[in-house]
């Protein structure tokens, strides 16, 4: 069966550190992966999403990035954490196949706080 | 542009009592329309989708919901709401999901 899995689960850094969070996706191949960000706990905002290896888009101009090593690993980061980066990030991911049709799959989610 | 709009921040319903949570959209072209539920500090979780066809889809934990395309619509109902349906609850459409704002269910025993 195809899961998700995010890690950490929850994050407390202080502003101007780097950020790494990693989500990795099981059973299932050549998916595609999003990175979202939830804010006081409402709407989804989505911050980069990739089709493949390396191939990444960036759907909001900001300091985060995001990287694709391997086709089911899908890492965010950043060089110096803003207070306005706190929330709740989460991955996830479809089939890849049918373009738009397909629903996605969620992780559990990381609540990053940053002071 | 494709969008989502949720009119209702919060639902309120008896336990028991049906419930309807609506969501409206624009798009061009055919829309493809899902619903997801979230409960707290969790991921979301998928419930139904429309594609094609039949205008009530039927999903998840006795969860369905009827497009409307004259009325843009694609409203999530369930005939006897349930305290645990309390939760986050987000429509959607399609390519890279637009998600509306959300819609808190709150169910009273």
């Known amino acids: 069966s195809q899961t998700i899995h995010q890690w950490p689960a929850t994050l407390v850094q202080p502003v101007g550190s780097p950020l790494s969070l990693e989500c990795t996706v099981e059973?299932?191949?050549?998916?595609?992966l999003y990175w979202y960000r939830q804010a006081a706990g409402r709407g989804l905002q989505l911050l980069f999403y990739?089709?493949?290896?390396?191939?990444i888009s960036s759907e909001v101009p900001q300091n985060l990035s995001a990287s694709r090593p391997q086709d089911r690993q899908f890492i965010l980061s950043s060089k110096k954490l803003l207070l306005s980066d706190s929330g709740f990030y989460l991955c996830?991911?479809?089939?890849?196949?049918?373009?738009?049709?397909?629903?996605?799959?969620f992780g559990p989610g990381t609540r990053l706080t940053v002071l | 542009a494709q969008s989502v709009a949720q009119p209702e921040d919060q639902v309120n319903v008896a336990e028991g009592n049906p419930l309807t949570v609506k969501c409206t959209y624009s798009v061009s072209g055919n829309p493809y329309l899902f619903w997801y539920v979230q409960y707290p500090n969790r991921g979301l979780q998928f419930l139904l989708k429309y594609i094609t066809g039949d205008n009530l889809v039927k999903g998840s934990y006795g969860f369905e919901a009827e497009f409307n395309k004259s009325q843009t619509s694609f409203h999530l109902k369930k005939p006897s709401a349930l305290v645990s349906d309390s939760a986050l609850y987000f429509c959607?459409?399609?390519?890279?999901?637009?998600f509306g704002q959300g819609t808190t269910l709150q169910v009273k025993p």
């Open positions: 959607a459409v399609s390519g890279k999901l637009i």
């Open positions: 059973g299932t191949s050549n998916p595609n």
């Open positions: 996830a991911f479809d089939r890849g196949t049918s373009g738009v049709s397909n629903e996605q799959f």
């Open positions: 990739s089709v493949g290896i390396g191939q």
